[in-house]
């Protein structure tokens, strides 16, 4: 069956909002509406739809010009088996002394490594993007220098790689939690694929939004791979959730961004340990005073 995606760009979030409503009103209907803001610093956001037959073009034009997005541009996606695609594409990947892998690749696991299984299906925040691979590295770093985490969360925690990492080598309270359901029910399954269920805490909450985080603070260790958007409005709370002489492990930040998330964090207590480039992203590990 194929499938058709519909595209554009807007410079305001209301307008972006409004269009995707507007979306569900075509005919042919789409399976799903998407409205993302953009990672590229751009500050526009993004509007998407998808269709299991060719969309109005038409109506597109229309609804793009009514809400001042520029002109839609309809694809035709081929179809593929994107679990076998995504089986072939990911090879195993090390951060130090973490091993993330796919059951594929069982059969290649090297001794001493700490093995994090993530299934292919699953392959958001495998750690072979840049900035989960860039966290791995720094929790290696913090593990080299002999830090350790009694108190650990990981906000936005998507496949939960990180807190499955941090309590592999710690025992404590690990928190993983994200505002998608759907995340929160992928890291509960991912939890059980490495036996390790009943180790982290998986939780739908928005930012600290929620009483087992709350109880648990401070932490000696926070994580949050999101983007620089969330991650600036996430600096009050979250550097006040950390203990001090705690760390935060950021990511989900382009490389041209990190100064200005270095600066926000700093006004709010936590300075700079480390930064590592990883492609076009930057990961930062920072220090609360005290």
């Not at 520029?70 to 951060?95: G, I, Q, Y």
């Not at 490389?255 to 709010?268: F, I, K, P, T």
Request: include cysteine.
């Amino acid at each position: 069956m194929p499938t058709f995606t519909a595209l554009t760009t807007l410079t305001a979030k209301a307008q972006a909002e409004a269009l995707g409503e507007a979306m569900e009103r075509l005919n042919p209907e789409p399976t799903g509406i998407g409205v993302f803001e953009m990672e590229d610093g751009s500050g526009l956001w993004e509007v998407g739809g998808y269709f299991t037959e060719a969309p109005d073009q038409a109506g597109l034009a229309l609804l793009a010009a009514l809400h001042g997005a520029k002109p839609f541009v309809v694809s035709e996606v081929p179809e593929t088996d994107w679990v076998a695609h995504v089986r072939r594409e990911l090879a195993p990947v090390e951060a130090g002394r973490f091993f993330v892998y796919g059951s594929h690749d069982a059969d290649k696991l090297p001794a001493g490594k700490i093995p994090l299984l993530i299934e292919a299906a699953m392959a958001f925040g495998t750690g072979h993007h840049g900035t989960t691979l860039g966290c791995l590295k720094a929790l290696d770093h913090l593990l080299d220098q002999g830090f350790e985490g009694k108190k650990v969360a990981d906000i936005g925690c998507g496949t939960a790689v990180l807190a499955m990492a941090a309590a592999r080598v710690w025992e404590g309270a690990i928190l993983a939690s994200d505002i998608d359901e759907v995340a929160v029910e992928v890291a509960e399954a991912n939890l059980k694929a490495n036996g390790m269920e009943g180790q982290v805490a998986c939780l739908e909450a928005a930012g600290f939004d929620h009483p087992e985080l709350q109880a648990q603070a401070p932490y000696d260790l926070i994580f949050a791979n999101i983007l620089k958007g969330p991650l600036v409005a996430l600096a009050p709370d979250l550097t006040a959730n950390l203990r001090p002489g705690g760390y935060a492990i950021l990511s989900g930040i382009l490389n041209e961004q990190a100064d200005d998330v270095v600066s926000v964090y700093a006004q709010n207590g936590a300075n700079l340990a480390r930064r590592d480039e990883i492609g076009e992203w930057t990961t930062l590990l920072l220090r609360k005073a005290g």
